[in-house]
Every structure is written in structure tokens, then in C-alpha cells.
């Protein structure tokens, strides 16, 4: 039984660790993007909470030569 109960905790504990991580993977990208673009619209703040971590990776990476933040959401650059 403290063999299950131990999984089940440490189970827990790493999905709160990617929870934690994520989240601050969006706050970042949030200040960044409003650093670089201004107010965000309504949409792009729900993409970015919405999003796996590897779009939130790669959204992160466009920042750098986007110009528009519709470059930065774009999916024909997938």
C-alpha cells in the first residue's frame, strides 16, 4: 500500500511541476510579447493560457524575428 501511495504522490508532484513550469512560460511570454507589441488583444492572452508547452516553445522563438504579433501566432510558420 505505501508502495501505491508513494507512486500516487510522486505522480502528483511531477504534474504539478509541469503545471508550475508552464505557467511561467505564459507569464513570460506574456511580458514579453506586451513589451514587444504593446496591449494584447483578447485572443492572443487565451492562445497563450490554452497552448501546449511546445507551442508556447516555439511561439517563444518567433518572438525574436516577428515583426507583427500575428507572425508570432501564425500557423503556416509551424
Known amino acids: 500500500m505505501k508502495s501505491f501511495l508513494k507512486k500516487y504522490f510522486d505522480q502528483g ?3 504539478g511541476h509541469q503545471e508550475g513550469r508552464q ?3 505564459v507569464r513570460l511570454l506574456l511580458r514579453l510579447l506586451r513589451k514587444r507589441f504593446g496591449d494584447l488583444p483578447g485572443w ?3 492562445r497563450l493560457r490554452l497552448a501546449s508547452s511546445a507551442m508556447l516553445e ?3 522563438e518567433r518572438i525574436l524575428t516577428a515583426s507583427t504579433l500575428d ?3 501564425s500557423e503556416q510558420n509551424r
Open 44 to 46: 492572443a492572452e487565451e
Open 13 to 15: 508532484r511531477q504534474e
Open 23 to 25: 505557467e511561467g512560460e
Open 58 to 60: 516555439t511561439w517563444s
Open 71 to 73: 507572425e508570432v501566432f
